[in-house]
């Protein structure tokens, strides 16, 4: 079972998550911070893995721990839940519209961690969300998977829909590279013989 449990308690967050990618997109998402609960819904819904959180910190000072915490977590999950990435696809790919926003993201289960954030955000907060946090979750996911990521952004003016399609767009690639791969069925995908390095 490509499942994980993950438990980070800081002084600053505590953060609690169950993964299950042969799941089918259930979620319970329980954090301080209800604009990041909608984006982990999402991306588990697109990304059809089953995903519980509960998360809390220091929101009074502003969502930045809560935000990243969780990212770190998630990668974390996901790169135990994933194991040496036996007869995976190993890359996944979305151009996502939603509504006037499109968003290109591409991505690689290497073992290297890379991001490139292409994604000039039309407005500074969401509500008391702000938009500068989505490069931050999006850090600790690659730093804790070893995760090469390229986002960009091709048009969008509301920062709602784009942030939604950057979610929605990392879902459905990282379900393809997470994916069965037949022609690597007990193999890992790559000439080196690993991937989780």
């Known amino acids: 079972m490509r499942r994980s449990e993950i438990e980070r308690v800081t002084r600053e967050t505590t953060v609690r998550l169950t993964l299950d990618l042969e799941g089918s997109g259930r979620h319970d998402v329980l954090t301080d911070c209800g604009f990041l ?30 935000v990243e915490d969780v990212g770190i977590v998630l990668g ?25 926003a499109l968003v290109l993201v591409a991505l690689d289960v290497s073992g290297r961690s890379f991001l490139r954030f292409e994604v000039p955000m039309p407005q500074a907060r969401v509500g008391a969300f702000d938009t500068e946090l989505v490069r931050e979750f999006f850090e600790a996911v690659v730093r804790t998977l070893g995760l090469t990521l390229h986002i960009r952004l091709l048009s969008g003016e509301n920062a709602h829909h784009v942030i939604e399609a950057v979610f929605k767009g990392f879902g459905w690639a990282l379900a393809e590279a997470a994916g069965p791969d037949p022609d690597f069925r007990d193999e890992i995908p790559s000439s080196k013989g690993v991937l989780n390095l």
């Not at 982990?40 to 809560?66: I, N, P, Q």
């Not at 974390?76 to 006037?100: C, H, K, S, W």
Request: without cysteine; proline residues 2%.
């Open 76 to 100: 974390t999950a996901l790169n135990e839940a994933l194991g040496d990435r036996r007869g995976i696809r190993r890359y996944g790919q979305r151009l996502l519209p939603m509504d006037e």
């Open 37 to 66: 609960d909608h984006m982990l819904e999402l991306l588990a819904y697109h990304g059809r893995f089953d995903l519980t959180v509960r998360a809390s910190g220091d929101a009074r000072v502003d969502f930045h721990h809560l």
